[in-house]
């Protein structure tokens, strides 16, 4: 009988260690995602006036005056839309992400 105890705690040591080191070769898949998925872009009234612009998004939009050469940096998401003056100006793509959008064309 006290073989067999020794026996099987080889045995459930053998299969512990087998599982420890599958356990710590086996590849871990981590997703990074954005918080919010905000970014930044900044803004830039390369016009030779004041100007009024409008950031809109989900049904709420912020109002800014903004002087001639201001660059402000805003966080926005895809889906945003920047009016200059009351007019559709820009709206905002991933791709946006830390760009610099000159106001005036």
């Given at each position: 009988m006290n073989t067999f105890k020794k026996i099987s705690a080889v045995v459930l040591l053998a299969v512990m260690a087998s599982q420890a080191v599958t356990a710590a070769t086996t590849a871990v898949t981590?997703?990074?995602?954005?918080?919010?998925g905000y970014f930044d872009v900044y803004l830039i009234n390369n016009c030779s006036k004041e100007i009024e612009v409008r950031v809109r998004a989900d049904g709420s939009s912020s109002t800014s005056k903004?002087?001639?050469?201001?660059?402000v940096k805003v966080p926005v998401k895809a889906g945003y839309e920047v009016y200059v003056d009351g007019k559709l100006f820009k709206k905002f793509e991933d791709s946006d992400?830390?760009?610099e959008i000159k106001l005036c064309k």
């Open positions: 981590v997703a990074k995602e954005v918080v919010g903004y002087k001639a050469g201001e660059k992400s830390g760009k």
